[in-house]
């Protein structure tokens, strides 16, 4: 380091006009600052690689009666490589025909049934940069025990 320091204020030493050294330096890294976002233009969208980011996370939910049920996982700027899997109880799910359909990054549940289907549930997103999980979702299916209406 203590090389570069003295190669550095060699090539500043004459030129432009009298400062000290630490003065020049700065100068020369703010410029190099101020030319860096020039360069990136809010005008342009440039979009730096990474792991998705979850936009939209699925929310607790009631399920009294139907078909099936929807939690939603949408990602910000979708893109083919971004994989979506589900996990409930923080165990991974397995995605069967009958039971599971994943629909873009949604989870649909046919036929909930209680207990076997409540629980937390989480998405996760990931790429080639990595993986984002959403927050959690609680999945509830309301019963009522049976009751005599003679008593």
Known sequence: ??????????????????????????????????????????????QIPGPPI????PGDRVVYRGDYISLLCTVKDPSPTIKFRWKKDDQDLIL????????????????????DDEGKYQCVANNEYGAEISLPTYLRIPYTEPFDLTA
Not at 25 to 44: G, K, N, P
């Open 54 to 57: 979850i936009d939209t996370h």
């Open 96 to 115: 069967t025909s009958t039971k599971y359909r994943l629909v873009g990054g949604d989870l649909q549940i046919l036929h909930p049934k209680r207990p």
């Open 1 to 46: 380091r203590k090389f570069q320091y003295h190669k550095l204020k060699k090539l500043y030493k004459n030129s432009g006009p009298p400062m000290d050294f630490h003065a020049r330096v700065l100068s020369l890294l703010l410029s190099w600052v101020y030319v860096t976002f020039a360069m990136c233009d809010d005008s342009e969208d440039v």
